[in-house]
Each structure stands twice: as C-alpha cells, then as structure tokens.
C-alpha cells in the first residue's frame, strides 16, 4: 500500500498575534508541515476550510478567543473537514474547564509553555492515531481543587456568557449570534437557572469566579 507523503499545512488560530507569529515560525523550522498560517478572524479561517475540504490539516488553536470560546470552532472545523487534526494550545488553569475541552475530543492539548520537544511528542502521537494530552495540562487536572464536576452550559451558551461580559445588549447578542431576541432571553433565562442565579450580574460573577469568561 502507498500512502501520500505530502506534507499538511499547519493552522495557527489565535487572536494573540505575536504569540502567533512566534509560534507559527517555530511550525515552520520543524520542516513537517507544507506551510503554516495564521489566523485570527474566524470568516478567514472558514473561507481556508471551504477551500481546503476535507484535505489533511492541522489547526493549532487557542481556548480563549474574541468574545468567544474555541469550542464552536471545533465543530466548525469538524463539520468542513473530516480530516483535521485539532490540537487546542492554550494558558487556560482551570482544571474544569480542560475537562469540558477534552469531553470535544481535540487529538491534542498544550500549554502555551509546552517546549519544542512537547510540542513534536504530540505530533508524532497524533500521527500513530493516539490523543496527546501534555503533562502540564495533565498536572492541573489530577491536582484541580474545583468546587464544579463539570462546566454546566453548551459552547454557545457560553459564547452568549462572553458577549454579555463584554457589555452587550440583548438586541446585540441576537445580531452577532444571529439569533432571535426571544432566542437570547430563553438562554440567558436557562443558563440562570441552571446555576440558581437571581440576576444577569449573579450568571456573570459564578463564570468569572470559574474563569469561563
């Protein structure tokens, strides 16, 4: 049997652009990928994916985005291209929200201070079909004091969660999420009493107090 030894792009999706840069450019001394761009608007990135359906790639992409999480992002990309490899790079400690991440099934997790060596263990378990979790993220995890068992709202809950901290309006919610107001009121009233919130402030406090926002 012949497999193809073309080489995949490399994905670097995130909205810290030196960190992006400065990454992207180590991507490109490991002489594995066929080129390596950055992204940090998500319309770029979708156009990329439209161009580039269902061929191999890799998306190096972080937790926290705009406004946003990744986790949409994830099924985005899932959804255009059943042949990417997702590998989440993130500064995210918080031990609840890693395992809510990992619950999406990226094929691979690392700290925005794993080293060079990390970061080619994670490809080369990647390629032998394994999942790759690195040991600083590991760590957090198996010695996490957290009061949550599990992140209780869905990746556009807490996608609405972010646009609200950052002081949009109902109306403006429903216009960047393209959703109904009415729509945004049953999600916002939900997500309030999935927590027994009494207030839009009280929602907002329990998710800055677990660094979901």
């Not at 972080?62 to 255009?80: C, F, G, M, Q, V």
């Not at 869905?154 to 009415?182: Q, V």
């Not at 939900?190 to 907002?204: F, R, T, V």
């Amino acid at each position: 049997m012949h497999h193809s030894t073309e080489k995949p792009p490399a994905i670097v999706f995130d909205d810290h652009l030196l960190f992006a840069e400065s990454f992207a450019a180590i991507l490109e001394r490991l002489g594995i990928f066929h080129s390596v761009q950055v992204f940090s608007r998500e319309s770029d990135y979708v156009s990329f994916l439209v161009q580039n359906y269902n061929k191999p790639i890799y998306l190096f992409l972080d937790y926290y985005l705009p406004e946003k999480n990744a986790l949409s992002l994830i099924n985005e990309t899932r959804r255009l291209n059943k042949k990417a490899r997702i590998i989440i790079i993130s500064s995210v400690t918080t031990p609840a929200i890693i395992e809510n991440i990992i619950t999406y099934q990226p094929e691979g997790f690392l700290s925005k201070t794993s080293s060079i060596t990390t970061v080619l263990e994670c490809l080369q378990e990647i390629k032998k079909g394994n999942t790759y979790i690195c040991p600083d993220i590991r760590h957090i995890v198996s010695n996490g004091n957290t009061t949550i068992d599990r992140i209780p709202f869905t990746a556009r809950e807490l996608e609405m969660l972010a646009l609200f901290a950052s002081g949009l309006s109902i109306a403006e919610t429903a216009n960047r999420t393209n959703l109904s107001r009415h729509t945004i009121v049953s999600h916002r009233r939900k997500m309030m009493h999935k927590i027994d919130a009494k207030s839009i402030a009280e929602l907002l406090a329990y998710a800055r107090r677990c660094g979901l926002i």
